[in-house]
Antibody
Framework: QVQLQESGPGLVKPSETLSLTCTVS????????WSWIRQPPGKGLEWIGY???????NYNPSLKSRVTMSVDTSKNQFFLNLRSVTAADTAVYYC???????????WGQGTLVTVSS | DIVMTQSPDSLAVSLGERATINCKSS????????????LAWYQQKPGQPPKLLIY???TRESGVPERFSGSGSGTDFTLTISSLQAEDVAVYYC?????????FGQGSKLDIK
């Protein structure tokens, strides 16, 4: 059974970097593509990007200039860094598994990140 | 980006009745080489992450009740709940995964009448 758990600061100051970790259990992080998806409070879902264990990445062009994703296979984790955040980046951030076709069959519980001074 | 438009934005259906949610894509999601539509449906209950219900427009995810079905092709798709149960109260999202970036509909909120 695949389980994903997001972790990281719940509060980030404007202009700083949002950094999140997704810890995967039940499967190897080498087995799939892994995505980050966010949801502003009361709003819809936005795909941020994906990372593969090889280091291959693909980011949403709307965020591409500020996003970096990576994987640590030894810890079965993958990561999101979002630079130069503003209040518009306040959202629940989800990590999710993509079984190679770009829909998402397993999700973490999500973590709320608030951007505020 | 591909725009996914769901209708209605909200609906209320009586228990045991049929609920229907529509999703329209700004471009066709049908890949002719494999005859597959790159469209998924998710259910999101309050305080929970989305849950995958349907992929390839009509393939039910393992463990999803048979009352949930997906149909449609090209640009027009439908999620149908054949007999609404109380636990189906949620927001439903469609998602296209044909074009990068992958995009979601705005959501349709389903309540009990």
């Amino acid at each position: 059974q695949v389980q994903l758990q997001e972790s990281g600061p719940g509060l980030v100051k404007p202009s700083e970097t949002l950094s999140l970790t997704c810890t995967v259990s039940g499967v190897s992080v080498t087995s799939s593509y892994w995505s980050w998806i966010r949801q502003p409070p009361g709003k819809g879902l936005e795909w941020i990007g994906y990372v593969y264990y090889s280091g291959s990445t693909n980011y949403n062009p709307s965020l591409k200039s500020r996003v970096t994703m990576s994987v640590d296979t030894s810890k079965n984790q993958f990561f999101l860094n979002l630079r130069s955040v503003t209040a518009a980046d306040t959202a629940v951030y989800y990590c999710a598994r993509d079984p190679s076709f770009k829909y998402f069959d397993s999700w973490g519980q999500g973590t709320l990140v608030t951007v505020s001074s | 980006d591909i725009v996914m438009t769901q209708s209605p934005d909200s609906l209320a259906v009586s228990l045991g009745e049929r609920a229907t949610i529509n999703c329209k894509s700004s471009q066709s999601l049908l890949y002719s080489s494999n005859d597959k539509n790159y469209l998924a449906w998710y259910q999101q209950k309050p305080g929970q992450p989305p849950k995958l219900l349907i992929y390839w427009a009509s393939t039910r995810e393992s463990g999803v009740p048979e009352r949930f079905s997906g149909s449609g092709s090209g640009t027009d798709f439908t999620l149908t709940i054949s007999s609404l149960q109380a636990e189906d109260v949620a927001v439903y999202y469609c998602q296209q995964y044909y074009y990068d970036p992958y995009t979601f509909g705005q959501g349709s909120k389903l309540d009990i009448k």
